[in-house]
């Protein structure tokens, strides 16, 4: 029996942020507070030759790679990221110098000039010479099988850059304490910046990272708050006093990370029948000028590159490429979006080539329990991709729309896709995450790394302890992550926050319930004060994993997916308006079914401005659209009726049958609708489908 | 060659190396108030007592700006805008700041009863005018019932957006809008959300407007 | 360079009279809702460093007609352009325009005098105004003058005005014949123009375009063509008319099909 699982109960979060009570970064102010301004480079490749302050320095506080007390690297991956350009510079907008000033308008009138002397930049990742990571997934024999099958399909397809527009922007606060540093920040990862502080600080200093409410992230406050948390933190040592930095929107667009924009080739063999005998993918992302996690990226990509399809004969091979332009990073969906975006249309292509309907086609093929994905995991009984495609289609009456509309101006297309939950293979057992939960004397409190960004963490997790402790879940307090209490519960990205964080919390909340030996918490806290459950990740038994031949179980499940979406196309001004989209997604169970609606229709939305809207202009490596007005990104108006289904399959593994959610949206929403695009008789293949796009495609 | 819109146009990518001419009062604001507070008071709720203290910044003019209801006067930038004025002078950190431009509606409040972008107004401006922000029109233990319906309904997730669109929503009941979604949906184009909580935001307005919601475009 | 504290400065008027009399005597913006002035000062490509606040002069927040002639305020704002009857029955269109400028936010604060005086190629109520041979009433102090707004701008963001004159009103003659408007945006809502058709199908066309040239521009020649001939050498004359260009929102080649379609539109929707 649950009683707060399942329930769409009143969110923790929800008093303070409706009457403007709670204080993001921006919002708060310490004694003696400094601003902090970084000044970037204006040339995409070159050296710095000299710098020079062109302004009165009295009351500045200067840093430049000179004062980094110990590592000038960001911790990561691959350590190949400077937190200050010592003579190279590898992109637009790279961090040279830091100013910091009581006064923020003496800090933006100073003038520091830098000579350069330029080199040839690269932007075009298919002539990059330098591969960050190449990854190659292979079962059965490709070449063998596309030889010998009776019909090949080629196609390429090409995703755009996408910028996050968190409506907070970047920003941290790094306050000196105790000789160290205390670091407040809208971050994602607590304990990722607190590593990075580390590399840049040194083990000298006392530090902590404090998570303050934090105004969106979708990826994008994953590993950049590593980077400006070391600039403040830099500036707030050199000039003992607290030092805020908060990005204005244009610094934001400009100068931090993006979805990585991909280049995919599909070849495909095919019986005359439509059953896939073999797929060669090729995978090319744009890296940008620096590693950052482009190779999970990558990797978490090509996993999903031949889609929730079955083929015995699979080759992904992938390379996530540099270029001098600012680095590409985590975004909603990990790189899964562009290489699902490649699938479905390609899809629609095999289907239109074998003159076959694109559900009959997708119904053959579609990974079914027991079956093999491309890294050779056998699924268990939760994969869920045919459900969901056939309660798509009945839902939306998809065949007959489909007939209907023909020759209209109204399109329909489909889209099928799945999102591996937590990290990639081995990841969750080498992050070993851990959870707390404290006896208090009313109930208890989650003491976890993982933070609110406005998923429902708090609220989400709240509730499963709440039910596996069975106390009301209003006696569930959820502490604010602070590094130097909180057990390190791992990064909050890739739809783990439920699914692997959330199993952890539930198996503290059942030992502790039998600690309580059928008390209450106030009574036992009452009668014996106090204590505090810790768990660890416990990674399945059967999973195996083999990272050099990326073969084996690359997820410990799967959420599936299938969208539809009806567009509109105005033939003269060749605007394309979604007019509804049906999203049918099984991911478990839903803990709380309102903010997992959430997550679904704000994905999609998310995912319609990929497909339509957000066209990031890139001119000499640099965004020349850094600001709301000429980036657009979906207004409530530009929003269709979103019809959402959600499919329970339950993973044993999950707290209360649970998966992950939170990317799962992104995935389907853009090939989706380029198929309802195809349905109107124009051959897209890449996103964003802007009219000036459409305006030059072909006609089918 | 022309150049449609020149402001957006020519600060791209200089956005690298523009000067933003705007200071945001910062060292200007209430005396004694402004220069530095602990983050408790930081937290703290509630408008700073007014004073008619406020030394005399060179470059600073002084301003009377009446703020939910209570009327405080202090010196501010000539050039501070109304939003930097209610954040930094007058310290209500409700009202946000998304994009410096008009387009996020985050810093939306109403002046005399009507929605505006504080970011697009100099405060200056408003001397004498009636300014409103989430703060003036409830609080945790009262709220209005469009924070209750935002509440009740999920009408946000991140919450950065969400004091902005509450402003928008509450105005949006005095203006003339018809009863469909179709219709919330144009008067509220004006308020972004990234995390795309538009159905459960449309939603609570209807709810608040008596309007069954249809969840639908 | 950095610019010292004090040099924004502003003025207050309290009435026309009073406003003038400062324009005459020192050179400054005037500026009343601000939507855009602010973009340009936030964003440092505003030199402009003294300005005149006209916001509180309520004599020209009106919309009234005048022996047949509409006459919008210049401080008519989106907002009350939607909201008047008087609108609503002799000029449609604008009610289209004005209600997709920015949100609400900025409909409630921006206004039609604020809207010509900025002079964006890109202004949405522009191509109306161009459309329907309104004529823009200037004053200076002791003086005022009325041009076609149609000879109004020079180049881009170039007017006739002198520093010592206001926009205090623009009239609009009884339009006869079909109005027709249609702005093409980045997005449904909250949108920078990409291409604007504004016309007017009575005895001959009257069409405006906007964002596709330095200025709001008349298609003249497209006008003529329609008048004598048909719609496809209306249209060769169009393509010979309008010479658009890439920018960060759209292409030279978009603009100009789009142009061409949508008038083909206009005039067989108007038919």
Known sequence: MTTAVGQSVSRKDGIGKATGATKYADDLHFPGMLFGRTIRSTIPCGRVKSIRMDFDTSGFTIVDYRDIPHRNVVALIDEDQPYLVETEVRHMAEAIVLLAHEDREKLLGANVVIEYEEAEPVFDPERSPHSFKDITIEKGDVEDALASAEIVVEGTYRTGHQEHVYIETNGVIAVPEHGGIALYGSLQCPFYAYKALRSVLGNDHPLRVIQTETGGGFGGKEEYPSMIAGHAALLAVKSGRPVKIIYDRVEDMVATTKRHPSIVRHRTGLTREGRLVAMDVDVILDGGAYSTLSAVVLSRGCIHAAGPYRCDNVKIFGRAMFTNTPPNGAFRGFGAPQTEFAMEVHMERIAEQLGMDSLTLREMNALRPGDMTATSQVLKQDASALECLQEAVRRTDYRRKREELKGTNRGIGLALFYHGAGFTGAGEQRLASKARLDLTATGARIMVASTEIGQGTRTMHAQIVSDALGVPYETIEVAQPDTSVVADSGPTVASRTCMVVGKILERCALEMKERLEGMTPAQYHAKHGAFSIVKEHIQPEWMRWDDDNYQGDAYATYAWGCDVAEVEIDRDTYEVRPVKVTAVQEFGRPIHPALAMGQIEGGTVQGLGYALLEHVVMKNGAMANPTLTNYTIPTTLDTPELDIVMLENHYDGGPFGAKGLGELPMDGPAPAVVNAIRHLGLDLRDIPAIPETLIACASL | MHDPDAPDHDDAPSGLTRRNFLTRAGAAGIAGVAASIPLAAALAEGVPEATDAAPDIPGTVPIALRVNGATLRMRIDPRATLLDTLRESVHLTGTKKGCDHGQCGACTVHVNGERVNSCLRLALMHEGDDITTIEGIGSPDALHPMQAAFVAHDGYQCGYCTSGQIMSAVALMKEPCGPRDSDVKELMSGNICRCGAYPNIVAAIQDVRGNSPMRQG | ?271
């Open chain 3, 1 to 271: 360079m950095k610019t010292a504290l004090s040099t924004l400065e502003m003025r207050r008027a309290t009435s026309v009279a009073e406003a003038l009399e400062i324009l005459r005597d020192e050179p400054r913006m005037p500026i009343a809702g601000a939507t855009d002035v602010y973009v340009g000062l936030n964003f440092g490509t505003l030199p402009e460093l003294r300005y005149l606040d006209i916001w509180a002069l309520d004599e020209l927040r009106t919309i009234t007609v005048n022996e047949d002639v509409l006459v919008l305020g210049a401080l008519a704002t989106y907002t009350m352009m939607v909201a008047s009857a008087l609108v609503q029955e002799r000029l449609p269109m604008m009610i289209e325009a004005a209600r997709q400028v920015g949100g609400p936010q900025i409909q409630n604060r921006g206004t039609i005098g604020g809207n010509i005086a900025n002079g964006s190629p890109a202004g949405d109520s522009l191509p109306v105004l161009a459309a329907c041979d309104a004529v823009v009433v200037l004053q200076s102090a002791g003086a005022e003058r009325r041009v076609k707004f149609t000879e109004f701008y020079t180049g881009y963001r170039k007017t006739v005005m002198r520093r010592d004159e206001l926009v205090v009103a623009v009239e609009v003659p009884r339009v006869s014949g079909r109005q027709w408007f249609r702005k093409v945006g980045t997005r449904a809502a909250q949108a920078i123009s990409k291409v604007v058709v504004a016309g007017v199908r009575g005895e001959g066309a009257r069409i405006a375009v906007g964002s596709i040239a330095p200025t709001v521009i008349r298609l003249t020649a497209t006008e003529r063509a329609l008048a004598t001939g048909s719609l496809d050498e209306a249209m060769v004359a169009l393509r010979g008319e309008v010479n658009p260009i890439d920018d960060i929102r759209s292409t030279a080649d978009y603009r100009k099909r789009v142009t061409e379609n949508l008038v083909r539109r206009f005039w067989t929707e108007t038919a």
